[in-house]
């Protein structure tokens, strides 16, 4: 008898002879760059340092693509991106200290996002590990621990035949659902000396799926099947599993509407008779929910923006599908099922029967009208005309990355994003500097769509300098600047609460003169003028800016009253 441990696999006598004779002059950082080749990565986000020069240098002997950004911070938010559309790890090359710390508000919006971001990072020579406190530059007590509390893993090398291993498993956990970012750390002095162990040619790092329990499948198609009154939110894990023709066949058999978190943007059609959109911010979505007798949760926590800033109070029974444990009735009572979102749709689709319900369009379509009624009492023609045009202007399957701004906000409930995975902002962690380095990764991923970035000039400085990345690497990127002048939200927020605004206007660069600095075309656009302008810019190839001064107002929310 054979048992699965008891097979070996020989190896040829080709690869016999390359592990008798690697080829000379590599090191550890060459060890780095194979097994991110051997595992199927083709693309490497980062900036270099003095300690992580070992990496870079192997670069130039591997066929990988390196995507060098100008800030630690935007080279995440770029691999994250890649990783969002690629649906792989996405590697990200760091060094110690100062340049490993500023990514962590990236690796922040990557872990709230579930994006699969795999940081590798250099650290001081082995001598100062474990408190040795030898004085090296960059060095911190324990790196590491800066680290634990945002990534899903942390990955120690301390020797050369750790590395192949050690990435392995961080690749494995960074697209073991939920996805999200880990961490890698590599001192100095391996990552420089000469090695002689033979190349990394193939590595297996399969993640294992996250498989529901059928008990509670079960369970919840019977609910669903003999529901009143089903509901469907769906989050961010069918976005990130792939599961949106999964959800929307089960909507259909079940009759069930459908509203899409702003994390789950393209989860489920925008125009379908059962689509509510993402009026999440809205009271008369938030009562229509609540007045689900079963109400199916499909990849989200129901967090603060997701639950109408925890005013909803769901009456009937909840369901709940999460691949983040710690997220299974974290808010509400519900019948939890630990699985990903593909797979539980898959497991429900199988078991639910039809249900015919021939008032739920109807339903639907009243719920939309009072939220356009309500909206439309408010008088923010400007706001509605922008987005409008933005809808216009980007090509249907092109995908858009938003910066935490007013126009971003607006979009979050009333951009139809026309795909599945075409929609992105940083509403994960809140994040300013999000949407221009994000695109520019999105870019790098996809080169057949035009990407569209949008900001706010407060969050257009904080991503200002990759304006040089994109015109170095001609990423087909075209960044719309809404400048008001300041933080714009803010401003309203604090005028609303404390009568005036404090510490949130901004001295104002000529934005197109800038971007034309950088060898970039700018133009300066107006609220009639966007959609030609945008168009233009978007079916320019390589990168452009299009700024438009504006001052925009959010419509008013239901969740204080």
């Known amino acids: 008898m054979t048992h699965d441990h008891d097979l070996v696999l020989r190896p040829s006598a080709a690869q016999t002879e390359a592990a ?29 340092g003095q300690h992580a020069l070992g990496m870079f240098d192997a670069l130039r002997r ?20 890649y990783g969002r559309i690629t649906g792989e790890a996405a590697p990200l090359l760091l060094s110690t200290g100062p340049g490993a710390l500023t990514s962590l508000a990236a690796l922040q919006e990557a872990r709230a996002a579930s994006a699969p971001v795999l940081a590798i990072s250099s650290q001081v020579p082995t001598a100062g590990l474990g408190g040795g406190r030898h004085g090296y530059l960059h060095e911190l007590p324990d790196q590491q621990a800066s680290f634990r ?36 750390e590599i001192p100095q002095d391996v990552l420089l000396a000469e ?31 003999s529901a009143e009154r ?46 509510l959109q993402s009026w999440l911010e809205d009271r008369h979505t938030t009562d229509f929910l609540e007045d689900a007798d079963v109400l199916l949760v499909v990849g989200s926590g129901l967090g603060e923006l997701s639950s109408n800033y925890h005013t909803f109070k769901p009456r009937g029974r909840v369901i ?54 309500r909206i439309a009492a408010q008088e923010l023609t400007l706001e509605q005309d922008l987005l409008a045009s933005v809808r216009r202007a980007l090509p249907a399957g092109s995908p858009s990355f938003w910066d935490m701004t007013i126009l971003a906000y607006w979009a979050w409930s009333a951009f139809d994003p026309r795909g599945k995975n075409t929609m992105h902002s940083a509403q994960g962690a809140g994040g300013l500097g999000y949407g221009f380095p994000a695109a520019l990764g999105a870019a790098a991923a996809d080169p057949t769509h035009p990407v569209l970035a949008v900001s706010g000039d407060g969050g257009a400085l904080y991503s200002i300098a990759e304006l040089a990345t994109a015109r170095q690497y001609g990423l087909d990127v075209t960044w719309l600047i809404v400048d008001d002048g300041g933080y714009g939200i803010l401003r309203e927020y604090m005028t609303d609460a404390f ?6 206007e901004l001295s104002r660069p000529d934005y197109v003169a800038l971007a034309e600095s950088f060898g970039v075309p700018g133009v300066l656009t107006t609220p009639g003028t966007l959609e030609e302008d945008l168009a233009e810019a978007l079916a320019t190839p390589g990168p452009s800016v299009v700024v438009l001064p504006a001052l925009l107002r959010m419509f008013a929310p239901t969740h204080l009253g």
């Open 20 to 48: 008798l004779n690697p080829p000379p002059g590599r090191n550890g950082g060459d060890l780095v760059v194979e097994t991110l080749s051997g595992l199927g990565a083709t693309t490497v986000f980062g900036l270099p």
């Open 62 to 81: 591997s066929s990988l693509r390196y995507i060098g950004l100008r800030v630690e911070n935007n080279a995440g938010f770029a691999a994250d991106a």
């Open 149 to 184: 509390g945002v990534v899903k893993s942390v990955h120690t090398v301390r020797t050369q035949s750790q590395i192949p291993s050690a990435i392995a498993a961080a690749w494995e956990s960074a697209l073991t659902a939920p996805h999200g970012p880990v961490w890698v």
């Open 195 to 225: 090695t002689s162990l033979p190349q990394v040619t193939a590595m297996d790092a399969t993640p294992e799926d996250l498989v529901p329990r059928p008990e509670l499948t079960a369970l919840a198609a019977h609910l669903l099947s």
């Open 230 to 275: 089903p509901a469907i939110i769906a989050g961010g894990g069918v976005v990130r599993s792939d599961a949106s023709g999964k959800l929307k066949s089960l909507a259909e058999k079940l009759n069930a509407p459908v509203v899409t978190t702003f994390g789950g943007k393209g989860a489920f059609p925008w125009i379908h008779p059962l689509s």
């Open 320 to 373: 709940q599908i999460e691949a983040d444990l710690g997220k299974l009735e974290s808010n509400h009572p519900a019948l939890g099922i630990h699985a990903d979102a593909r797979l539980a749709l898959s497991a429900l689709l199988e078991t639910v029967g039809e249900r015919p319900d021939p008032s739920a369009a109807g339903r639907v379509s009243t719920v939309l009208a009072r939220v356009a009624e």
């Open 499 to 504: 009568g005036r605004a404090t510490a949130t």
